[in-house]
């Protein structure tokens, strides 16, 4: 026997008619065992790309909010720090008590 050969014993023909048992390469075995080696019907493929393109639309409208709020947040602190160097210029002689 060659170790690259499994037993598959099914209670009848399985998905892809398969009899009751046969002898299966691991490869094979193992590439049956993912979605990408059926066939999807329509309805499927539907369903999926809704789903995905439902995610993307929510993505970026959660993100948006955040977008602005950064935004708003870099203006303020921008302003806030031009004021302050602005006025640190105006007072340069004066003596500060801030320590």
Not at 34 to 47: G, I, L, T
Not at 73 to 85: E, G, K, P, V
């Amino acid at each position: 026997m060659s170790e690259k050969l499994v037993f598959r014993s099914t209670s009848g023909g399985d998905y892809y008619g398969a009899p009751y048992g046969e002898y299966m390469e691991k490869r094979q075995l193992f590439l049956r065992s993912y979605q990408f080696s059926r066939k999807q019907s329509f309805a499927e493929k539907v369903s999926r790309s809704v789903t995905r393109v439902k995610r993307v639309v929510l993505t970026r409208l959660r993100s948006a909010p955040k977008l602005k709020r950064v935004v708003w947040s870099r203006l303020r602190s921008a302003f806030y720090y031009r004021r302050r160097r602005f006025f640190r210029l105006l007072h340069l002689h004066e003596p500060c008590y801030c320590f």
